[in-house]
């Protein structure tokens, strides 16, 4: 055993006491009579009690409960408060959505009316909205604009002249006037039907007002 | 403190007794901060990663199943959020700070003054070559030795702690204990 010095695994194992009795025995032997492998043991438990011996070599440590702690809280409500921003932002949009449409920027046809009359002064716009309805300007006033629109129209040009707060007031229905009488300076006219505003005083000159015979189509007055 | 008392303590705090958690950290601070210590040899960064494997100990500590000691799982926890952080920390290089002495250009070296009782006890430039030599050890070893022969852990324990076969524990051991004999012996300290 002399002649085959023991390997540093051997050693090792010696050193962790991961041997048999009879290795243990053998080993301790044998270090004992050859100098190299006592040597190369020595060095082994000389690094490994200064290994172990760096264990109080880092420092103390202060106690980090109560930061760790806090930091954990800290890091759980963080969490709770992003998971709800997605909700949060969900919640936005529908209520916006729901109010875009609601105060009737979205028009059956997908078209944008705020986008086209915003820039426009009153009269243009009331004329556009008219026009966007497949409707036609009947009279210009410099107090209010006449229009003639078809029915299935009436509720879009509503609701544009609603959102942009234009006062109007539809002046025939399905009806045709019941009567019309001039007389100096006014003209005044009424309908048969009852279901809508009745009756109106209007300057002259408004001499297309009452024309109309077509069912389909409603007058309107647009005051500026 | 048993191993019962630490399950006691794992039911407190899932029941939602968070500050129960902390008979927890007072128990294996030190045990953790020293390896974290071991594994990047900076003392705040040590301190900062002892918190955050804390931390998600805490979060994960519903996923623990009793399968093993709570210590094992504290510790392979450990071990994974060291080796995580490192490979994370390597993607960044760093540059010391230097100042010019003549022409030349010297690294600073900042003294730690904290108080540390054991350092007086062995030989400060021992400590500091051990140190040195410690942080230059191949990531396995370092890890390995840091479990075996400065926390005196068992084979069966850093087996389950690494999640590697015994064989393989013993077979990193000698390698590393080899590894580091040769280094000291090199700068003359063995």
Known sequence: MKSEHLSFDQLSDLFDNE????????FTLHIQACSTCRREYESLCMCLSMLKGSKGGCGCIPDICQETIATYRAKIRKREYLKSVPAIAASVLIIAGIGFLHTGHFMDEKTLFSAQVST?????RIIDSIRDSKGRIISITGEYVDGEIPRSDLAKLERVLNYFRIKHTII???QSPLFTERSSGFEEAGFRTNSIAGASMFGRGSEFLM?????????????? | MSVIDDVEIISKVLE???DAFS???RKYQDMVFRYVYYQF????????ITQDIFITVLEALGSFRHESKFSTWLYSIMVNHCKNYRKKKNRYSTVPLKITKGEDEVDIQLQDFRENPEEKIINEDSLRIMKEEISKLPDDFREILSLRDIEGMSYNEISDILGINLSNVKVRIHRGREYLKNRLHSRGLI
């Open chain 1, 211 to 224: 024309s109309s015979q077509n069912r389909n189509k409603i007058h309107v007055r647009i005051f500026k």
């Open chain 1, 120 to 124: 426009q002064g009153d009269l243009e």
């Open chain 2, 23 to 25: 008979h927890i950290i």
């Open chain 1, 172 to 174: 025939s229905d399905t």
């Open chain 2, 41 to 48: 040899n900076n003392y705040d960064e040590a301190l900062d």
């Open chain 1, 19 to 26: 041997v048999t009795d009879n290795e243990r025995k053998t």
């Open chain 2, 16 to 18: 939602g007794d968070t």
